[in-house]
């Protein structure tokens, strides 16, 4: 099973400034995904991060808020821009390495003052 | 479009009481099935999957079968520990190495 990483693990940030959170994966994959978990909630997918070309945003997510890299089959980055606190949240990074299993990281905590 | 809804929490047991988390779904096509478990401060960890009708996934006295005909996944334990305190989500994702859709979360508490 693929283990991730997430740095940093928590932040707390003023609104306006923007965060980048960095996932890695100890093995190559062929999938990574980033999701949000607002606070007491379920977990929402904002983008599937795709090697060597721009992510795919679901509904509600867009490129210049949450922009999206991924340079190779182990590592992606996630940016929050322009924060306000409703960004405040719990952002996770999830990979596929095969079919039916998929892994997370153990989060990015953010608080947006 | 496709969804998960889970049984409403929270649920509080005492040790060694039988645990069951109702999970349904409507899906477009032929899900597999998930249930992850997210212990508190952690992500989320994989527990149990089921690809295909009737079959049961099954890990760390967990169990869950995938029943087509009622459209459910429902995840039981025959004696819960406190160490099983934490957030259970059921999940599916429909395509081959595509995206999961959670449900709401349930949130259950042991008590010695």
């Known amino acids: 099973s693929a283990v991730i990483s997430q740095k940093p693990s928590r932040d707390i940030c003023q609104r306006g400034t923007s965060l980048t959170i960095q996932c890695q994966v100890d093995s190559q994959v062929t999938m990574m995904f980033w999701y949000r978990q607002q606070p007491g909630q379920s977990l929402t997918l904002i983008a599937t991060a795709n090697q060597g070309s721009e992510a795919t945003y679901e509904s509600g997510f867009v490129i210049d808020k949450f922009p999206i890299s991924r340079p190779n089959l182990t590592f992606s980055t996630l940016t929050v821009s322009n924060m306000s606190p409703e960004d405040s949240s719990i952002y996770l990074c999830?990979?596929?390495?095969?079919?039916?299993?998929?892994?997370f990281g153990p989060g990015t905590r953010l608080t947006v003052t | 479009g496709n969804s998960v809804t889970q049984m409403e929490g929270p649920v509080t047991l005492s040790e060694e009481a039988f645990l069951t988390i109702n999970c349904t779904y409507t899906a477009t096509g032929y899900p597999s099935l998930f249930w992850y478990v997210q212990y508190p401060g952690e992500g989320l960890q994989l527990l149990l999957k089921a690809t295909k009708a009737d079959d049961k996934g099954s890990n760390k006295g967990f169990e869950a079968t995938y029943r087509k005909e009622t459209t459910s996944f429902h995840l039981e334990k025959g004696s819960v520990q406190v160490s099983d305190s934490a957030v259970y989500f059921c999940a599916l994702s429909v395509i081959n190495y595509g995206k999961l859709t959670f449900g709401q979360g349930t949130i259950l508490t042991v008590h010695p």
């Open positions: 999830s990979a596929r390495d095969s079919p039916y299993e998929q892994y």
